[in-house]
């Protein structure tokens, strides 16, 4: 049976720490709660809450909130030296990403401390320091919101794109993800593993810490450099990096180097380059600005922060004012990669 609760506070449950209400709320722990919720609130658009984090809530939310919190990881099948793991959708990623490295099981190591729940992973096609879920990714378990029909879908159906998936288009409130099954390497059985650290300050981190390379001392650095860079959304309300890092095509980041020499890149393709966003924000001069209490992170300017009291429409407007100056400096229009909830 399912439990219904009314104007349900939603501070606690978004790391922004916005306060805002849910009209209807209800927990799900099992498959079978998630088929009665579909029910009782058959022909309702419905909001789906994973661990709250990637969000912006800019009003209450007027749909009924599911709050998906299956858990449980399941050994599913080997294949030589190749593991595959379905991971129930409230699963912690971070916690996931631990439990593999604990368990000698390679290839996630790089998105450690990245919030959120497993669930939500594909939405956004998570990545970092060189790494995307796509990279991983097998297939997810989802159920259709309207039917109930349970379905799985590739990941050559899930069309994953920087920051982006079917979930994000075709499929945007269609289906609520209930598991994700990922293919790693077990070092258990094989050491031909190749770690990936040349993506930003990884391999220079490493160095810094004691023993051979390894996935857990590649997960270390993660967290070491994430910590630095990124509040813990438990001391001041964030959700990690707020924008997505702009891609543009090689010859205008030719150009822009004449009057910006020092602009950093990485390359994504023959024609296109990818330049971090925080350097551009950085740049602008918002690091650490405060406007009431939405604001810019003091260490880390990709990142916009809630000092305690800031609405979700205060924290926007911030981003639409470094939108501006970007836009204005640069030519380069930077892109949310955080959900705006406006109802």
């Not at 860079?229 to 030719?254: A, C, R, T, W």
Request: hydrophobic share 40%; charged share 20%; glycine share 8%.
């Amino acid at each position: 049976m399912i439990e219904v609760f009314h104007h349900y506070p939603l501070k606690e449950h978004n790391t922004f720490g916005i306060s805002a209400f849910a009209k209807a709320y209800t927990s799900i722990i099992t498959l079978q709660q998630l088929k009665e919720a579909l029910a009782y609130f058959h022909g309702s658009d419905k909001f789906l809450l994973g661990g709250g984090s990637n969000m912006l809530i800019l009003n209450d939310i007027e749909k009924p909130v599911l709050h998906i919190n299956l858990t449980g990881i399941e050994r599913i099948r080997a294949n030589g030296n190749l593991v595959q793991l379905k991971v129930a959708a409230g699963e912690n990623w971070h916690k996931l990403v631990l439990y593999c490295v604990e368990n000698n099981l390679a290839g996630i190591e790089n998105l450690a401390l990245i919030p959120g729940n497993t669930g939500t992973a594909p939405i956004q096609n998570i990545g970092a320091y060189g790494v995307e879920l796509k990279d991983v990714f097998v297939s997810c378990e989802v159920m259709d919101l309207e039917s109930g029909m349970k379905r799985t879908l590739t990941a050559a159906e899930c069309n994953f794109g920087y920051r982006d998936s079917v979930f994000k288009n075709e499929a945007l409130g269609k289906y609520v993800i209930t598991s994700v099954t990922l293919e790693l390497t077990d070092l258990n059985e094989t050491s031909d593993y190749d770690l990936k650290i040349n993506y930003g300050a990884i391999k220079e981190e490493m160095e810094r810490l004691d023993g051979e390379a390894s996935i857990a001392k590649v997960a270390q650095a993660v967290i070491n450099i994430r910590s630095s860079k990124l509040p813990d959304p438990k001391v001041i309300g964030n959700s990690g990096s707020f924008f997505k890092n702009p891609v543009i095509e090689k010859g205008k980041y030719q150009d822009l180097l004449q009057s910006f020499p020092d602009m950093p890149s990485y390359a994504v393709n023959e024609g296109h380059v990818k330049i971090p966003a925080g350097w551009l924000i950085d740049q602008s001069g918002f690091k650490g600005k405060r406007y009431g209490d939405a604001g810019i992170h003091d260490k880390q300017a990709l990142v916009l922060v809630n000092h305690g009291n800031a609405t979700g429409n205060e924290i926007l407007n911030v981003a639409k004012e470094i939108q501006k100056m970007v836009k204005t400096t640069y030519g380069i229009l930077i892109e949310t990669e955080v959900n705006l909830i406006e109802n």
